[in-house]
């Protein structure tokens, strides 16, 4: 049975927003981690800055994008559990 637009309209914003959160909390807050370790140090806010070492820039995009995924994963795993509740269906696309 084909699902309604307007539902994947709705789950692809929840995931979008969840990504976007994701993003946020996860650069907030390994920016005060960097300072904790990095004594006082802001972490790399431009991949291109030749005056930063380039280990620090791949380790804070490696790092960010790890942490942010992972939150991602969480965040969109819980919006499904709360979709199927309200919903007594599964979020639109997901197959059991």
Do not use: F, Q
Not at 6 to 13: G, H, Y
């Amino acid at each position: 049975m084909a699902e309604p637009a307007a539902e994947k309209i709705v789950w692809k914003a929840v995931t979008v927003a969840v990504g976007m959160v994701a993003g946020a909390v996860a650069e907030r807050v390994l920016t005060g981690a960097w300072r904790a370790l990095a004594s006082g140090a802001n972490p790399p806010s431009d991949a291109g800055d030749r005056r930063r070492p380039v280990v620090d820039a791949v380790v804070w995009g490696a790092t960010v994008g790890a942490v942010a995924g992972a939150i991602r994963v969480g965040g969109t795993r819980s919006a499904a559990r709360a979709w199927e509740a309200a919903t007594d269906n599964l979020p639109p696309g997901t197959r059991r």
